[in-house]
């Protein structure tokens, strides 16, 4: 390899920079990858004059990225959707293949090039449509199975392909079928192998490495077995692909198996990264100049014929016309195993560098627009459908979303957000929910939560949720800075709507109320409360007298529940150490400054130091004459920040 240290700092900058620049467009990072290479390819920048010099590397990208999707793979999910999968998907994938391999002959292409190009345009992208769907939360609702479902079978469809690919370069001479034959002999010996190795010998192994309780040893290990399993699936002339997708698929059922996805994807991501960008260092730009009206037409053809077919397939199986629609719509694209298939068919000369430029060109395109197709893809099949009340799925976005009045809006909803949730259920009570966390947002809204997801701190979000017709709103996550920021755009949005914040400790009481809530509940000081009340009922207080001091210390803002004595245990972290309070005891000796003095005189109000108690001779004294001087073998207990406290009792002590 002779790719210098400067090349590679330059292309992960531009990397980089690419994968920032796109994400503020929206656009998913594989484009912004595609682009990197385009620009520090040979045509152009030609930071990097061969790409030949890190294909290795990029191609230990495609071994990590079967691996987890053999994780991913779940047959018990597979046999609950297998009328979609096997019967929609299977039809797509067939459909589409065998249609686009049929124009491509008639165009001039050879049967060998006309099939993978068939198999590369069937694909759709799983990796944007997924990740777009599960940022909506939209993911497990019930149009979302056929999309997932065609995905599904396309994922599965990618491995056989991915092992044809080689045997169509193979020479003529050779029957291409005895050829396949003797693939599928060497598959079934190879994943006889593996799932036995899986079976018997994975389990033991990740056991004992999982008690080591060393995580460096898990990721070592991971890797070890995808590259072990690529490597034989390899010596025995087939994919490295095929080997890395069974070793993924063998630990899929495991209790190890989101720990290996975990340890990884960071590994994945790059190589793939790489990957993507020596695909896009393969575009030669003046062909694609030249030939820029063959790929809108291409794009414009391949795009109508798979929403079309997926329609048509949809049709034959009986499925709602709108989820078809809506399906085609979203799956209308090239995927990402596409560039995968035209790399991998350029480098055996089954297409030309040429050809393989123009499909990438339009699946780039394809791509680039999907995120806007899954965002508006059922509005337009609204308007393809010819009848639009056939399918009213509860979680469609303008039909789930009520206009109500007079709610309680819930933002955040962790266990804090779904306990007030289920009560005010319990009592009729109206309420909507935003949440920022995809899964929880997809998995509530399966059990008809009415729930959605979004930023609470964007004002779009609050607007689209009723925030006008609000009766109250409730902040249930403890995150200080984003809750002041939230509640300042409540007031602005809505001025005198009532607030009520949740938090985990009092730290910051005085600064929420100033910023405009209406009530903190602090879960420690409430918890101590609560018990408070407990101990008060089973000690003989009256009920009425408890609930009147509930409510004293509550519109106290809890004054009397301030401040602890800390002990040995007491963690006290950086970012903890000016937010604690300490209650702190200081016994005044005959030489103390303090000592002659009345407490008014020494001005502790003005150290921000609150006093908290006074002991004479062992007598308490609640409340205290501030304009009393204090004797010697006082004990003033007093209350604040650490640093002021010590403070304090250096200037009680020694008068500075």
Known sequence: MHVSFTSILVLMSFAVFSVWLFKRMNLPPILAYLACGIFAGPHLLAIIDNPEEIHFFAELGIVFLLFSLGLEFSLPKVLAMRHLVFGIGLGQMLVTTLAFMGLAMAIGFDSKAALIIGGMIALSSTAIVIKQMAEKGTLNSTRAQMVVSILLFQDLAVVPLLILVPLLAENSQTSMWMAITMAFLKGTLVVGILLSAGKWLLPRIFNEVARTRTDELFVLTTILVALIAAGLTYSFGLSMALGAFLAGMMLSESQYRHQLEADIRPFRDILMGLFFITIGMRFDMHTLLNQFHWIILGLIVIMLGKILIIRACAWFFRTDEIDAWTTGIKLSQMGEFSFVLAALAVNHEVISAEQGSLLLAIGVVSMALTPWLVDNGLILAKKLASNTELSRDPLDEDIYHPNMTDHVLILGFGRVGQSVSRLLNAEAIPYLVVDA?????????????PIFFGDVAQKDILRAVGIDKAKLVLLTFDEHQKALS????????????????????????????????????????????????QVLHLSGIPMSRILKRVRSERKGHYRNMHGFFPGETTEISYGTKDKLEFLHAIILTSDAFAVGKSIDELNLTGMRINIKGLRRKNIEIATPDLSEALKVGDVVVISGKPRRVERAERFLLEGH
């Open 437 to 449: 966390d995809p899964v929880r947002v997809s998995e509530s809204r399966s059990a008809g939560e």
């Open 486 to 533: 939230v509640i300042k755009m409540i007031t602005d949005l809505r001025p005198g709507l009532p607030i009520v914040v949740r938090t985990r400790k009092d730290y910051h009481l005085e600064e929420l109320y100033a910023a405009g809530a209406s009530q903190v509940v602090p879960e420690i000081l409430e918890g101590s409360l609560m018990l408070v009340s």
